[in-house]
């Protein structure tokens, strides 16, 4: 959405997107997937072991730069903006030539994925309008 918000020609498959789950799982019926959950504890435990060992938090997120777009679990430091995020709560960081070292952050609660979406949409044309 924000890369498409900027103007960049970006469809879903140029996305480099690592699950949450394995892609087997998601032939699965609900309850055949709710089953197979505690299958994945021991690989988020140790990704989060892990991440806690250098100080940091796992987060799902998006990194939009260089004409690249990643999503997935990451280890952010734990202090940063992202490491800090709780709850439903949405970022963005626009890390700049004029915000460097310390990006701009946008945040603000989540309201679900359509107006979540939309409302992310939005600012980023206000913002790209006023560049």
């Not at 949450?20 to 021991?42: G, K, Q, T």
């Not at 004409?67 to 430091?77: F, I, L, N, S």
């Not at 004029?98 to 989540?110: D, H, I, K, S, T």
Request: net charge negative; with cysteine.
């Amino acid at each position: 959405i924000l890369a498409r918000g900027l103007g960049w020609r970006m469809e879903l498959n140029d996305i480099e997107v690592t699950g949450l789950y394995p892609e087997a799982m998601s032939s699965l019926s609900v309850n055949e997937f709710m089953a197979a959950l505690p299958e994945l504890d021991d690989h988020f435990r140790t990704l989060v072991e892990a991440a806690a060992a250098g100080g940091k938090v796992l987060r799902y997120a998006a990194t939009v730069a260089g004409g690249r777009c990643t999503v997935g679990p990451q280890a952010v430091d734990a202090g940063s903006p992202l490491g800090r995020l709780e709850g439903t709560d949405n970022l963005v960081e626009f890390h700049t030539q004029w915000y460097r070292p310390a990006p701009l952050v946008v945040q603000g609660r989540g309201a679900g994925t359509d107006a979540t979406a939309a409302g992310v949409l939005a600012e980023m044309v206000e913002l790209a309008a006023g560049l």
